[in-house]
Nanobody
Framework: QVQLVESGGDSVMPGGSLRLSCVAS????????MAWFRQVSGNQREGVVS????????YFPASFKGRFRASTDKAKSTLYLDMDFLKTDDTAMYFC??????????????????WGRGTQVTVSS
């Protein structure tokens, strides 16, 4: 079992920046892929970025390249999501997810079995 706790969500004005953090704890059997998803109420969760510890690579869908960056702190078991030039369309609940077995570039919601409770990001003037 893996527990995930997100933090860093806030209300910001358009053009602002935020850093989200996801701390993982629990099972240490093998490395876990981790990812950020976001969900607007009533819509499906959308994959933002995934991290593959075996290679150290990140995968961003094209729509998230540029304004969004990700990094990890292995010592803190933390995955970060840095978001710049935020737009009102970025308003969503942001979730962290983890999975023991994963494929590079697979950001389908059902590819991940462990989820945090989310942190709310609101972009509004």
């Amino acid at each position: 079992q893996v527990q995930l706790v997100e933090s860093g969500g806030d209300s910001v004005m358009p053009g602002g920046s935020l850093r989200l953090s996801c701390v993982a704890s629990g099972s240490t059997t093998g490395p876990y892929c981790m990812a950020w998803f976001r969900q607007v109420s009533g819509n499906q969760r959308e994959g933002v970025v995934s991290y593959y510890p075996s290679s150290g690579r990140f995968y961003f869908p094209a729509s998230f390249k540029g304004r969004f960056r990700a990094s990890t702190d292995k010592a803190k078991s933390t995955l970060y999501l840095d978001m710049d030039f935020l737009k009102t369309d970025d308003t969503a609940m942001y979730f962290c997810a983890a999975e023991r077995y994963c494929s590079y570039g697979d950001l389908r919601e059902n590819a991940y079995n462990y989820w945090g409770r989310g942190t709310q990001v609101t972009v509004s003037s």
